[in-house]
């Protein structure tokens, strides 16, 4: 089983690659366009800024590759923002998969912090991503962004406002929260991604 994490300007990548090798996979960090495309699992982390992280992948043409791969994919939170339309994040073109923007949360409520951080349910669970996972399971959160809810969306959450955990669009899967850092639960999903096809 050949997994790529891809390499670019994103907080979460050695978290992922410990997170996969406690289920047993050994994963590569690479930004080679080669070695992506050979890959049988392809991981989009991400903890970072959209711009940023969108300029990184342009300038080395890993958007395009991207669009283009037909083996199972999975954005994780940055990750998953960049795999839609477009970011109100320095208002960022992203990769355009789910024809989704992505909307930074409005509150007047001081209890609801911006950034998000922290445990919350998952919910309207759908697809081979969530196979064995309950319906209502905790998932770690950290982000200010959001992608609303659509045609796209596996999972849902509620935080000022229902919005889309997790989206699938043929072989592109992503989740907004961290499966990496939410224990048994978030391993399990990481497995579910990581069996996909076989």
Same mark, same amino acid.
Not at 76 to 103: A, P, R, Y
Not at 107 to 118: R, T
Not at 155 to 166: Q, R, W
Not at 191 to 196: D, H, P, T
């Given at each position: /089983?050949?997994?790529i994490?891809?390499?670019?300007p994103?907080?979460?990548? =050695?978290s992922?690659?410990?997170?996969?090798?406690?289920?047993?996979i050994?994963?590569?960090?690479?930004?080679?366009?080669?070695?992506?495309k050979?890959?049988?699992k392809?991981i989009l982390? !991400?903890? *970072?800024?959209?711009? %940023?992280? /969108?300029?990184y992948?342009?300038?080395?043409?890993?958007?395009i $590759?991207?669009?283009?791969?037909?083996?199972?994919?999975?954005?994780i939170?940055?990750? /998953?923002?960049?795999?839609?339309?477009?970011?109100?994040?320095? +208002?960022?073109?992203?990769? *355009?998969? %789910?024809?989704?923007?992505?909307?930074?949360?409005?509150?007047? +409520?001081?209890?609801?912090?911006?950034?998000?951080?922290?445990?919350?349910?998952i919910?309207? $669970?759908?697809?081979?991503l %969530?196979?064995?996972?309950? +319906?209502g399971?905790?998932?770690?959160?950290?982000?200010?962004?959001?992608a609303?809810?659509?045609?796209?969306?596996?999972?849902?959450t509620?935080?000022?406002?229902?919005y889309?955990?997790?989206?699938?669009?043929?072989n592109?899967?992503?989740? =907004?929260?961290?499966?990496?850092?939410?224990?048994?639960? !978030?391993?399990?999903?990481?497995?579910?991604?990581?069996?996909?096809? +076989?």
């Amino acid at each position: /089983m050949k997994t790529i994490i891809i390499k670019y300007p994103a907080g979460n990548v =050695q978290s992922v690659l410990f997170s996969l090798e406690r289920i047993g996979i050994k994963a590569k960090v690479t930004d080679s366009k080669e070695s992506i495309k050979n890959a049988e699992k392809i991981i989009l982390p !991400g903890v *970072g800024e959209a711009h %940023f992280a /969108m300029k990184y992948l342009k300038e080395r043409k890993l958007d395009i $590759l991207l669009s283009e791969l037909e083996q199972p994919v999975l954005g994780i939170c940055l990750g /998953m923002q960049l795999l839609c339309k477009h970011s109100e994040e320095s +208002d960022t073109t992203c990769i *355009g998969i %789910f024809d989704l923007l992505v909307k930074k949360f409005q509150s007047k +409520d001081k209890k609801n912090k911006i950034p998000q951080i922290g445990w919350n349910n998952i919910h309207n $669970l759908k697809g081979p991503l %969530f196979k064995n996972i309950p +319906d209502g399971s905790y998932q770690y959160f950290v982000h200010s962004y959001y992608a609303p809810l659509g045609q796209y969306t596996t999972a849902k959450t509620e935080y000022i406002l229902s919005y889309s955990a997790a989206l699938q669009k043929k072989n592109f899967y992503a989740v =907004q929260f961290h499966p990496e850092k939410s224990s048994y639960v !978030g391993h399990k999903i990481l497995e579910n991604f990581i069996k996909l096809n +076989d």
